[in-house]
T-cell receptor
């Protein structure tokens, strides 16, 4: 089982739609959580850090359920420019006493006119 | 200001050769990370530096891979005896602070080096 699992999609939605992505993580010692966005053949960029049980930033809402080890991202009023791959990211303590960042494989979103 | 830069942007090499990939982090960022990304996958953690020291190198796949950051700024990822399976995009990221500092350490990524081993 992968440490961070996401539905790969693709999600094909019309402009203006609301779409939700889910992510589960396997390590209960995970400490911080993020959503990154990656455009085709580009580097990942931070979309949201997730504080406490969740937070909202404009059209984007992220939620964290530590008991269920589950993270979600909700996008309201989808725009064409939201088309990208969304990566669920978890920071956890490493085996050697350090820390490491684990990325999910990503969920692809296509927003169509 | 300048972001994270990586050189070269593309590298084609033959199986068995040695390669070096360079990363220039954002000035003042103490933490630096290396990842590799294959098509259709998320970035795979390789190693994390806090300052000059490798705080976690558990993601390096085997002893052909090695990374250094001698002065706490520029880092070089070194791959010996390259294999076709090493072909991927190698991403570098930096953050102002590292893990365990109470911050959420946003990681800023460079554009990557696309390595192709023939």
């Amino acid at each position: 089982r992968k440490e961070v699992e996401q539905d790969p999609g693709p999600f094909n939605v019309p402009e203006g739609a609301t779409v939700a992505f889910n992510c589960t993580y396997s390590n209960s010692a995970s400490q911080s959580f993020f959503w990154y966005r990656q455009d085709c053949r580009k580097e990942p960029k931070l979309l949201m850090s997730i504080y406490s049980s969740g937070n909202e930033d404009g059209r984007f809402t992220a939620q964290l359920n530590r008991a269920s080890q589950y993270i979600s991202l909700l996008i309201r009023d989808s725009k064409l420019s939201d088309s990208a791959t969304y990566l669920c990211v978890v920071n956890k303590a490493g085996n050697t006493g350090g820390f490491k960042t684990i990325f999910g494989a990503g969920t692809r979103l296509f927003v169509k006119a | 200001g300048a972001g994270v830069s990586q050189t070269p942007s593309n590298k084609v090499t033959e199986k068995g050769k040695y390669v070096e990939l360079r990363c220039d982090p954002i000035s003042g960022h103490t933490a630096l990370y290396w990842y590799r990304q294959s098509l259709g996958q998320g970035p795979e953690f390789l190693i994390y530096f806090q300052g000059t020291g490798a705080a976690d190198d558990s993601g390096l796949p085997n002893d052909r891979f090695f990374a250094v950051r001698p002065e706490g700024s520029v880092s070089t990822l070194k791959i010996q005896r390259t294999e076709r399976g090493d072909s991927a995009v190698y991403l570098c990221a930096s953050s102002l602070k590292g893990f365990g500092t109470g911050s959420y350490n946003e990681q800023f990524f460079g554009p990557g080096t696309r390595l192709t081993v023939l």
